[in-house]
DNA sequence: TAGATTGTTAATCGATTAACAATC
DNA sequence: TAGATTGTTAATCGATTAACAATC
């Protein structure tokens, strides 16, 4: 592995290439060329190549490269060889189902508290979780340790949620609601607002 | 405004700058210089300008741009100055969330019915809807004239649902499953796996 | 060995930024 | 008018692709 710094066009591609990874290798199939993978995925076989060639020789010539092999590297390099505790804030529809999602399992991470600030949402059980009071996250983020959060919030609210999200030690939010928020660069955010996202492909009916 | 192709990449910002402005509106702030723009959505007031300048000059020298002005020339552009017909595919706890979801109303859509292929939950009333057999759903789709689908289905069924949307006539696929799925080159695919969102992060802590 | 495919270099392509004349 | 800010050009920066020697 080379010491520069890794573009982040290239590392968000990563997690698309292990879950096509996964996927191929629940067929049993052992060995896969960045030909192959690129059409799984849709991306050029060079860019392939040159994406995993950042992070070390990977691959071995005529064969493409081991499944199993590549699935733990980019498991270790994206640093999901290990289970994430994350956080759910925002007891609406949308943090309900996140905080059931069956899909994080296998992928890393495990969410293990849902937050809201409406005393009416406060004590109802969602599945095995218990809503929990937004006055006691920041403790609570503190005593578990984690650093990853699921916003799911108003719009009106998320600045104000983001920062005390940012206070209590949280440095990665997937932010639902429909707003930019501001973090300090250590703090990374993506964005995942069912209508903006709606809103990039109307353009081209 | 010119004629030559816009980049995908300039389309994909318009939803952020219009969500800021339709923001600011609310505040009863008239005008908008590109730098604060900018400084909204975290993007530099140069590409704004350019950005725009794409589709027209809409600014004025000394003053900025008109933020209703604005707001009128981006939902044209990204043709939401007018509703959508969306359905819902899958009516797990994700699929329940976005045909409830209140963020479309008044950002250009409108959930018109939801989907699934569980005899169970077929007739399940969701709200204001009842769970559609998947088995009709092609003929839905072809008699309501929906061009828009949101899939919340297994990865397992993705491709398989793909296929039976575009061939339905859907155009614009916003995709909660976790795989990337084939479709013809008029159709857009917008890829929202919370799974996948996550692992983008993991990476930097 | 012959065929296949990697890792990498150089060339190309495209996107972003800086700068400033035009002008409100 | 003076100050502010656009729209646009040219320069820079970065990402993608093509090509191929190395080698499994």
Redesign the interface.
């Known amino acids: 592995m080379n010491n520069k710094k890794i573009p982040e066009i290239i590392?968000?591609r990563?997690?698309?290439y292990?879950?096509?990874l996964q996927?191929t290798a629940e067929n049993g199939i052992k060995t896969i060329s960045s030909q192959e993978l690129g059409e799984?995925?849709?991306i050029s076989a060079a860019q392939i190549r040159k994406d995993i060639s950042q992070f070390g020789e990977f691959g071995k010539q005529g064969t493409g490269y081991s499944i199993e092999f590549l699935i733990n590297k980019l498991c270790e390099?994206?640093?999901?060889n290990q289970t994430?505790d994350?956080i759910v804030v925002g007891a609406?529809?949308?943090g309900?189902?996140?905080a059931?999602?069956q899909?994080?399992k296998d992928?890393?991470?495990r969410v293990v508290a849902i937050f809201d600030n409406n005393k009416n949402k406060v004590g109802q059980t969602i599945g095995s979780f218990k809503v929990e009071d937004a006055a006691e996250m920041s403790e609570r983020i503190r005593s578990l340790g984690v650093?990853?959060a699921?916003m799911t919030v108003p719009?009106s609210a998320a600045q104000e949620v983001a920062d005390v999200l940012v206070q209590a030690g949280i440095?990665?939010i997937?932010n639902y609601a429909?707003?930019?928020v501001?973090v300090p660069s250590y703090v990374?955010v993506?964005y995942?607002?069912?209508?903006?996202?709606?809103?990039?492909?109307?353009?081209?009916?």
Request: aromatic fraction near 10%.
């Open positions: 590392i968000g990563l997690p698309i292990l879950r096509a996927h799984l995925v849709g390099i994206l640093k999901v994430w994350v609406g529809d949308l309900h189902a996140l059931h999602y899909g994080f992928r890393g991470f650093k990853i699921v719009a440095r990665s997937l429909p707003v930019n501001n990374k993506q995942s607002d069912p209508a903006t996202n709606l809103q990039k492909m109307t353009y081209y009916l």
